[in-house]
Nanobody
Framework: QVQLVESGGGMVQAGGSLRLSCVAS????????MAWFRQAPGKERDFVAI????????DYADSVKGRFTISRDNVKNTVYLQMNSLKPEDTAVYYC???????????????????WGQGTQVTVSS
């Protein structure tokens, strides 16, 4: 059984930085793409970033390009999201997701049937 546990959320002023972590247990971490999504109050859950199983490919939502960086450590079974130059509109609950398809392309995002963490709150004040 796959378990994902996010951490690193908190409250920060606009322009600040946070680093989210997501530790995975159960299954083979290194063969699955990992992604970050976020959900603001009253809104749909949106894609933020994805990293391939090998760590060699990444992609980002336009709204975070140049500010956020996704990375992974396949020895520590952990995926990270470094968030810089945070804006109030980045306020949301951030979720990590493990794709269910091994060794797949990042062109297709993890869907609702992916493995999800419980989320970590990020609040950016103006």
């Amino acid at each position: 059984q796959v378990q994902l546990v996010e951490s690193g959320g908190g409250m920060v002023q606009a322009g600040g930085s946070l680093r989210l972590s997501c530790v995975a247990s159960g299954g083979t971490f290194s063969i699955y793409n990992m992604a970050w999504f976020r959900q603001a109050p009253g809104k749909e859950r949106d894609f933020v970033a994805i990293i391939s199983w090998s760590g060699t490919s990444t992609d980002y939502a336009d709204s975070v390009k140049g500010r956020f960086t996704i990375s992974r450590d396949n020895v520590k079974n952990t995926v990270y999201l470094q968030m810089n130059s945070l804006k109030p509109e980045d306020t949301a609950v951030y979720y990590c997701a493990r794709d269910t398809r091994p060794l797949s392309s990042i062109a297709v995002r993890p869907g609702s049937n992916a493995n999800w963490g419980q989320g970590t709150q990020v609040t950016v004040s103006s």
